[in-house]
């Protein structure tokens, strides 16, 4: 886990960097940030159950939004028939941006969930 957790910070902080020039980077570098520091807290084996279902409850209702926006994953999937996703790192459709941000979510949701789960475990065995 101290591995994934050390590859997951260098990625989300890498993701947050690279929101610099993304039309909207005050939502995206504090969210790739959040779940940087909580992997780098996880390395140090320090883990916060409450911020994980924070973070996890409010990135899955923005990946909801996500889904149901005009440009967003329904619309990509139906419309644009899954278009691909990584032709190129402009995203020059709106579809495509939005539906990598939901995927973006998904991927916070689910190291979140990762770390919260084994840190269940490593204080289950503490007791």
């Not at 260098?10 to 939502?27: E, K």
């Not at 495509?96 to 689910?110: K, M, N, S, Y």
Request: glycine share 4%; net charge positive.
């Amino acid at each position: 886990m101290k591995i994934f957790n050390i590859v997951f910070v260098v990625l989300f902080v890498i993701f947050a960097g690279l929101q610099y020039n993304d039309p909207d980077p005050y939502v995206w570098m504090p969210i790739y940030l959040y779940c940087a520091f909580f992997c780098f807290m996880a390395v140090k084996k320090k883990f916060y159950p409450v911020w994980y279902a924070i973070g996890i409850a409010i990135f899955l209702l923005y990946a909801g939004y996500k889904v149901f926006d005009n440009n967003g994953l329904i619309d990509w999937l139906q419309r644009h028939h899954a278009e691909s996703l990584v032709e190129t790192m402009k995203a020059e459709k709106p579809w495509i941006e939005e539906t990598r941000e939901f995927f973006g979510l998904l991927i916070c949701v689910a190291v979140l969930a990762i770390n919260w789960v084994y840190g269940e475990r490593v204080k289950a065995k503490r007791n």
